[in-house]
Nanobody
């Protein structure tokens, strides 16, 4: 089995920053793409950012220039640095990792951007 433990969510004021972390453990042979998705109330889950094992990244247009995804392959951990947060970034953020063509999901961490 694969376990994904997310941390770093919380309440932040508009314009503030948060850093999310997701550590993978368990039956890990080779982590391929790692990423973050989010789901706001009443909306579908959407990709926020992804990063390949080699470090190539992609971002949703809505977060480009504000969010940065990174990973530490030695620690099997992916990070999401979120700056200049906006109220519309409020959502549950889910970690996603691909192992042997199978996607695994974390339980999610809530990010609330509000004054």
């Amino acid at each position: 089995q694969v376990q994904l433990v997310e941390s770093g969510g919380g309440l932040v004021q508009p314009g503030g920053s948060l850093r999310l972390s997701c550590a993978a453990s368990g039956s890990i042979f080779r982590l391929n793409t790692m990423g973050w998705y989010r789901q706001a109330p009443g909306k579908e889950r959407e990709l926020v950012a992804g990063i390949t094992r080699g470090g190539s990244t992609n971002y949703a247009d809505s977060v480009k220039g504000r969010f940065t995804i990174s990973r530490d392959n030695a620690k099997n951990t992916v990070y999401l640095q979120m700056n200049s947060l906006k109220p519309e970034d409020t959502a549950v953020y889910y970690c996603n990792v691909n192992i042997a063509a199978i996607n695994h999901w974390g339980k999610g961490t809530l990010v609330t951007v509000s004054s």
